[in-house]
């Protein structure tokens, strides 16, 4: 049972570039959802996803798409990479979007845009 | 959506217990209140939540005000590996916040040999 598995953990990107950040959960878990967390502030929302074919914008969505092709993989993808992006990105899934319910978030993802 | 309002840090000395404040005046009747804690470098990680009653686990206990405006996280006894930034979050069971976890600054917990 490897939990929230994201990859790549480093990546650096140039200003335009696109590319797509990996998530993937093995706990058969309905929600997942894709955070931001820039120094020193709390993890942002970016979009989420209540299930396979659906997903939502969070607080701050602009230059990222989503999509829920199955249960175990959300990827959040960058259309066009600019520096204010640089960031770390956090998958996150639980087993429902219902209150009370435990939320396990991957290890991170480290993005830099020069 | 309701929100929170946790000081920006505490210190602690090892083997201590540490009582980390959260207030919640909006909370509303079907927010839930969750503490998760997130260490240098990595992901949050869950450490408790509760609804009304007060709540233990074996990493913390969880004391919630009678009229729910305010809570308190506590570690029994601090050690050098619960250093990190707590934070406090309500989680709306239903209506528009659906599932949506609103992250504030959170409380940087110090702990001092």
């Known amino acids: 049972n490897a939990g929230v598995t994201q990859t790549p953990k480093f990546q650096v990107l140039k200003t335009g570039q696109s590319m797509t950040l990996q998530c993937a959960q093995d706990?058969?878990?309905?929600?997942m959802s894709w955070y931001r967390q820039d120094p020193g502030m709390g993890l942002r929302l970016i979009h989420y996803?209540?299930?396979?074919?659906?997903?939502d914008q969070g607080e701050v969505p602009n230059g990222y798409n989503v999509s829920r092709s199955t249960t175990e993989d959300f990827p959040l993808r960058l259309l066009s990479a600019a520096p204010s992006q640089t960031s770390v990105y956090f998958c996150?899934?639980?087993?429902?979007?219902?209150?009370?319910?435990?939320?396990?978030f991957g290890e991170g993802s480290w993005l830099t845009v020069v | 959506d309701a929100k929170t309002t946790q000081p920006n840090s505490m210190e602690s000395n090892e083997e201590e217990p540490v009582h980390l404040p959260c207030n919640h005046s909006?909370?509303?009747?079907?927010?839930?209140i969750h503490w998760y804690r997130q260490l240098p470098s990595q992901g949050p990680e869950y450490v408790i939540h509760?609804?009304?009653s007060n709540v233990n686990n074996r990493m913390a206990s969880l004391a919630i005000a009678e009229d729910r405006k305010s809570s308190t996280l506590i570690l029994h006894r601090a050690t050098l590996r619960d250093a990190a930034v707590y934070y406090c979050?309500?989680?709306?069971?239903?209506?528009?916040?659906?599932?949506?976890?609103?992250f504030g600054q959170g409380t940087i917990l110090t702990v001092h040999p």
């Open positions: 979050i309500l989680s709306n069971a239903g209506g528009t916040s659906y599932g949506k976890l609103t």
């Open positions: 509760g609804l009304t």
């Open positions: 996150a899934s639980s087993y429902s979007p219902r209150a009370g319910n435990t939320i396990y």
């Open positions: 909006t909370i509303s009747g079907t927010d839930y």
């Open positions: 706990m058969n878990h309905e929600y």
């Open positions: 996803s209540v299930g396979a074919g659906i997903t």
